[in-house]
Every structure is written in structure tokens, then in C-alpha cells.
């Protein structure tokens, strides 16, 4: 290499090679920060499920107490936290390490113009220098069927030679298509453009989002990676009930209202759930003339399936007897429309 290319080098491209490239924090120029109560948000989850990751991925058998639990696993905050539109900082759900939530939608996310979805968790703004971000990161995935899911291409620019510790900083332009890359309040948003080559999706109806906990550790036996194959590096360890991801919500910008779609061809659902409240058996009716076969799912506040079914004809028969009293979601879908109903059980 000749010297003068040799010195362009050294002193214009490697400076570059470590240089954030990507959008920066919430409030910042540039950004594309989502605030919690903008008029983009059609919606939110209705159900969520929650598979808990250990307090400390390295030794499992790390327990930490509070109150009167005790466990190696992430327990604060219940999936019912995730059902909303963003709250306080403490209205979430912990993951833990490698720990993952599943969320559903009462209508299905659909491709729009820009971003489709956005994700929110509890970081903040650091108050020592160098005043960059606490953030914890996670991958994105959705699925049509609940089945097959693709993962959000990420990328992580941090360095991967020094561990990040417990209570360490990020900053947000070196991070991309991770969830938790805003502060608190502020959702990060995803594009289904982005997965549009994907096999085994429809991005014209998304039923699931899964949003999985990075981990954080740099140790090659533990590690996460983007992809590109960078390691993922966010504060680690947190061995405490907090631990991993806090999901705090899911909002949808995008959704596919399929009764709106039918009913513009000339008919609608009319679906009947009694006695609501109920007691003991519940019967489910599609009241609509000529009504077909329906499938059936109810979900509890907390995430938890409590029926899923296909019905064999216009009306279905639950028995709620051992259900505990609350309210609960009942998602009915035909082959054209979905329709989501509240369903009280009283004993």
C-alpha cells in the first residue's frame, strides 16, 4: 500500500471502524424513539406468556430472595404487566437470562408504511460519566401460526472484549433491531419490511411477537450473538429477582382488522358468550345466519392458555367450573374474521 494511502487509512477509515451508525436516543435528533402515548398506537397485546431465564446463566444455582421467594430464576413482575399501554418503570415483567415472553393480538399485525410495532422496557439515562444508557437488549421474533418464528436482524456495535458490568452503560447508536435500545416510556420500533424474504411468515398477518432476553455475557460459552456475528454485550451479570429483559409493552401501529374487512363485503360475525358472567358452563354461539365452523381460544390476564379448540359447529360448550374469578380474553376466529370478546368467571 503506498504511504499516502497508507496514512488515509490509519487516520480517516480505522477511527471510523468503532463509530456509532445508527439512530440515537430518545429526544435526540435523528432518533426513532416511539413515545408511549403517541396517536400511532392502534393497540396492544392481550395475552401474554412467560418463559423465565435463570438470575445468572454461569451457575444456575445462584438463587436471590426477596420477600418470602426465593429463586435461580427472574420473578419479578407478572406477564399481565406486558397487556397494556406502558405504565411506571416497575409495571413489568423480568425475563431473566434468556428468558422470553410470547404476546398475542386480538387483530393480527400487518406490513404498514414505516414501523410496525414497537417494544418498551425500563431503561434510563446514566447520572455518571459518561452518561450514556442503561439498557437491557433482546431479540425480536414473530410468527403467523405460533409455530414457526423469524427473528428481526439485529445488530450490536458494542465492543466485546470487556464485559459490561451489572450496572454498565450503552449507547443506543451502536445498537439496532433490539428491543430495550430506548429508555423507559420510549418504544423501539420494528419493521416487518425488514423479514419480508423470510420463509414460513405472512408479514400481512403477525399473531405472535416472542421477545427473548439476550443474556448480555460475553463468555463464548454463554454469549448471544447478532446478526452479523458480533457478540452481544449489555449489563451482566444481574443476579437478582429483576434479572434480564423487562418488558413492559407491546404496542402495534399496524393491525389487520379482519371483521372490519368483512363486514365491507356485506356480512358480520355476531358471536354470543352466556352467561357472562359465568359460573360453571359457558356456551359460545356464532348467531350469524349460515355461520360456520369458528376456533376458539381463551387466555387468562396472566398470559396462560386456558382453551385452545375448534369448534364443530355453532356453538361451543367450556366448562369454567375450575377456573379462578377474573376476567379472561376468549379470541374467536373464523376463516375470514376474528373477534375478541371479555368473558367474567364469578363462582
Known amino acids: 500500500m503506498p504511504f499516502r494511502k497508507l496514512i488515509f487509512f490509519f487516520l480517516f ?5 468503532g463509530l456509532a451508525q445508527f439512530a440515537p436516543a430518545a429526544g435526540q435528533a435523528g432518533t426513532t424513539a416511539i413515545y408511549k ?3 400511532a398506537f392502534a393497540g396492544w397485546a392481550v395475552s401474554c406468556k412467560v418463559t423465565r431465564g435463570f438470575i445468572n446463566i454461569e451457575d444456575t444455582t445462584e438463587t436471590y430472595t426477596q420477600g418470602d421467594s426465593t429463586s435461580n430464576r427472574a420473578f419479578f413482575g407478572l406477564p399481565a404487566n406486558a397487556l397494556r399501554a406502558p405504565g411506571s418503570a416497575a409495571d413489568v415483567v423480568s425475563l431473566g437470562d434468556g428468558g422470553s415472553a410470547t404476546l398475542a393480538f386480538a387483530h393480527p399485525i400487518t406490513n404498514g408504511p414505516g414501523p410496525d410495532f414497537a ?11 459518561p452518561f450514556e444508557y442503561y439498557l437491557e437488549l433482546a431479540f425480536v421474533e414473530v410468527s403467523t401460526d405460533g409455530k414457526r418464528f423469524v427473528r428481526f436482524p439485529s445488530v450490536s456495535l458494542t465492543q466485546d472484549t470487556a464485559q459490561i458490568g451489572g ?3 450503552l449507547n443506543p447508536e451502536k445498537i439496532h433491531n433490539l428491543a430495550g435500545k430506548y429508555v423507559a416510556d420510549y418504544g423501539t420500533p420494528f419493521d416487518l419490511k425488514d423479514i419480508a424474504d423470510s420463509t414460513g411468515v405472512d408479514i400481512d398477518s403477525i399473531n405472535y411477537v416472542r421477545i427473548v432476553d439476550v443474556t448480555g455475557d460475553i463468555d463464548s460459552a454463554y454469549a448471544r450473538y447478532d446478526s452479523r456475528g458480533n457478540i452481544i454485550n449489555d449489563p451482566w451479570p444481574s443476579p437478582y429477582w429483576t434479572g434480564g429483559f423487562d418488558l413492559n409493552a407491546v404496542g402495534i401501529i399496524h393491525e389487520r382488522n379482519l371483521t372490519s374487512v368483512l363486514s365491507s363485503r356485506g356480512s358480520q360475525h355476531n358471536f354470543a358468550v352466556c352467561p357472562n358472567p359465568a359460573n360453571r358452563n359457558v356456551m359460545i354461539e356464532n348467531q350469524r345466519a349460515g355461520g360456520k365452523n369458528f376456533r376458539l381460544g381463551v387466555y387468562s390476564l396472566n398470559g396462560k392458555i386456558m382453551l385452545l379448540s375448534g369448534s364443530a ?25 376474528m373477534v375478541l370478546k371479555k368473558l367474567i368467571v364469578q363462582h
Open 13 to 17: 477509515v480505522l477511527p471510523f471502524a
Open 313 to 337: 359447529g355453532k356453538i361451543f360448550s367450556l366448562n369454567t367450573s375450575s377456573w379462578p374469578n377474573g376476567f379472561y380474553v376468549v379470541r374467536i376466529q373464523t376463516e375470514n374474521a
Open 37 to 39: 402515548d403517541s396517536t
Open 167 to 169: 450496572f454498565g452503560q
Open 119 to 129: 417494544v418498551f422496557e425500563n431503561g434510563f439515562q446514566a447520572q455518571a460519566s
